[in-house]
């Protein structure tokens, strides 16, 4: 058996069998909406093999159950690339959302915006990406599934579906490119020019391996960031990674009125 069918055996020896519905992974600053979920936590101390992610603001735990009478799936911390140099760090976990049968995903992420119409505290939705850090998860990779097709990575029918929770309960979500820096170092100014004149909207350091993953995997995904700042030298501001964790929360409340309504609504 595969190591991700035999996790996902151990984690339905304490969570049950249902597939979930929707996966989740949360962004840095996110991590509240895990303690929403009604169901059970299991660390990722506990899942051998699992990324084990050390980014404060994180909180690296499995949690499945119901939130709004659906059952998801929520990673509660992430591992990024430039914590271990692999992009492919998240597969396991994905993998293992497959084996439970989960065909869905929703990233979450806190990003930079590039544009000033998007402000901190706002949300973007992805509707596609740019993989500027220049490397994929899916490198070494020995078959022809390889060559996953990402013309319409971002799923039209998850982003349909978010975008009509957010209309009806009032909430700005607009759409936009994201754009993948390895960090853990912010941006330039000159890069966040260079960015922009590339066509993204934010910046952030994830997401875009986990997209790429789950299309590989056969998963359904849809992103959506937490805008934290404005991109380096756009406002008068320092940006740092506690200002990231104080500014989350805000959006992550939008985020979560939009989650809560689109499974309603399911
Ligand atoms: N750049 C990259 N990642 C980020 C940012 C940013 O400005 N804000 C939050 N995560």
């Not at 190591?3 to 339905?12: M, T």
């Not at 509660?76 to 692999?86: I, K, L, P, S, V």
């Not at 990402?150 to 799923?155: I, K, R, S, V």
Request: glycine share 12%; proline share 6%; hydrophobic share 45%.
């Amino acid at each position: 058996m595969s190591k991700s069918a035999e996790l996902a055996r151990l984690i339905q020896s304490r969570a049950g069998d249902e597939p979930p519905r929707l996966g989740l992974i949360l962004g840095s600053g996110l991590g509240h909406l895990a303690d929403q979920v009604q169901g059970v936590a299991i660390p990722y101390s506990d899942l051998p093999g699992f990324p084990q992610t050390g980014v404060s603001g994180h909180n690296p735990r499995l949690v499945i159950g119901d939130l709004e009478g659906v059952r998801v799936a929520v990673f509660g911390g992430r591992a990024h690339y430039y914590e271990h140099g692999n992009p492919a760090e998240m597969r396991l976990p994905l993998e293992i959302l497959r084996d439970l049968g989960c065909d869905s995903l929703l990233l979450t992420n806190a990003a930079g915006s590039l544009r000033d119409d998007i402000r901190p505290g706002g949300l973007m939705m992805l509707n596609d990406h740019i993989a500027f850090a220049g490397t994929n998860p899916l490198i070494g990779e020995p078959t022809d599934a390889r060559f996953v097709p990402m013309t319409a990575a971002h799923d039209a029918g998850l982003r349909a579906g978010l975008s009509a929770a957010a209309q009806a309960e009032g909430v700005d979500l607009p759409e936009g490119v994201y754009c993948w820096f390895s960090g853990p170092s912010f941006e330039t100014p000159a890069e966040i020019r260079a960015a922009r004149i590339l066509g993204a909207d934010a910046v952030g350091m994830s997401t875009v391996p986990e997209v790429i993953l789950a299309r590989f995997l056969g998963l359904r995904v849809a992103a959506v960031s937490v805008i934290t700042n404005m991109g380096a030298g756009m406002a008068d501001e320092q940006i740092s990674h506690d200002q990231t964790k104080a500014v989350a929360p805000l959006g992550a409340a939008k985020l979560e009125t939009v989650l809560r309504r689109y499974l309603r609504d399911l």
